[in-house]
């Protein structure tokens, strides 16, 4: 998901600051302990009794070992992304890392098209990096406006922000590809793949912050809004994979791209931010290519055969 303009500028502010990434790491376990309630609470719900959820845990995740280590690979990939996110952040200018950490969307894309055996037709290539020019538009900040006189490494920034794109588009096409895979709930997948992420994130937590848990809590330094915002977070995790579930990862690249278009238009309104004419370019860029791109219908929600989409990606290859 794309870092929004209070993030960046949050992060470049810290960049210093080792506190942050460990303060991450620790609202990153909260995040995946969230969703998992939340997660067992939709899964009790689609159960309708106490016995068949009792059911489906003992025989999708005590007794199905294989596919917790299935799921346990998105988790691994999302916490290197995490930190590779961070790493680019702190050695690369705020800007660049603005331009350089789209690249996800047409990633994505390519991971989509090898992965799932779909195709793509040219209209839909043409909305993505046309959607990826206006994300780019929509986030972007002059250099000046956020450059901190601290020392940075533009070759590990760029090594870092190319590990977390590659990171994004293939823990998202993976989870998707299982998800679509088989029948299994939606909810028995996320609960497969949130146990694997809390004890990946509570490593984390342990290695980085472990001593200070010990004497203050785990809670230290929280406040009320900051748990509030986990939360939200936490929501906007079980949203994306209902997105991934009923339509695909491209679509999700699309609808966040939105989302920071409504929310900056909510800061015009709430908070008086003024509209520039690159925002406005950037959002009516985004606007047309969320529409190029559900011009042509295609069905997500299920894998497509691979032999019939042989001959088609033959095609798109030679494009």
């Known amino acids: ?15 210093k600051d080792t506190k942050q990434n460990k303060n991450g790491w620790r609202k990153l376990c909260l995040a995946e302990v969230i969703k998992l309630i939340l997660s067992l609470g939709m899964l009790t719900k689609e159960s309708g009794s106490i016995n068949r959820l009792k059911n489906t845990i003992m025989e999708n995740i005590i007794f199905s070992p ?12 999302y916490a290197i992304q995490n930190n590779m996110a961070f790493v680019a952040l702190s050695n690369l200018d705020a800007a660049v890392y603005q331009v350089t950490y789209q690249l996800k969307i047409p990633c994505t894309a390519l991971c989509t098209v090898f992965m799932l055996n779909r195709s793509l037709g040219r209209l839909q290539w043409f909305s993505v990096f046309m959607l990826c020019s206006g994300v780019i538009l929509v986030q972007w900040k002059p250099a000046e406006a956020t450059k901190v006189q601290v020392e940075q490494n533009p070759i590990v920034g760029f090594v870092a922000v190319s590990v977390a794109v590659l990171c994004s588009g293939f823990a998202g096409v993976y989870f998707e590809k299982v998800l679509k895979s088989s ?12 146990l694997s992420g809390i004890l990946i994130t509570l490593a984390g937590v342990y290695m980085n912050d472990g001593e200070k848990i010990l004497e203050k809590g785990f809670f230290f330094g929280y406040t009320p809004w900051v748990c509030f915002v986990v939360f939200l977070a936490s929501v906007g995790g079980l949203y994306t994979s209902v997105v991934v579930k009923y339509t695909d990862n491209i679509m999700k690249g699309f609808s966040a791209a939105l989302a920071i278009v409504i929310s900056t238009i909510a800061s015009v309104v709430l908070f008086g931010l003024q509209i520039t ?9 985004v606007c047309i290519s969320i529409y190029l791109y559900g011009l042509p219908k295609l069905d997500t929600s299920k894998l497509q055969d691979k032999n019939a989409n042989t001959e088609s990606k033959q095609k798109l290859i030679t494009v």
């Open 277 to 285: 004419i690159t925002f406005a370019t950037g959002a009516l860029l």
């Open 66 to 77: 294989k596919e917790l280590l299935k799921l346990s690979v998105p988790s691994i990939v």
């Open 183 to 194: 029948d299994t709930s939606l909810w028995v997948r996320n609960i497969q793949m949130y």
């Open 1 to 15: 998901m794309a870092c929004n303009r209070s993030r960046i500028t949050h992060f470049v502010a810290h960049r």
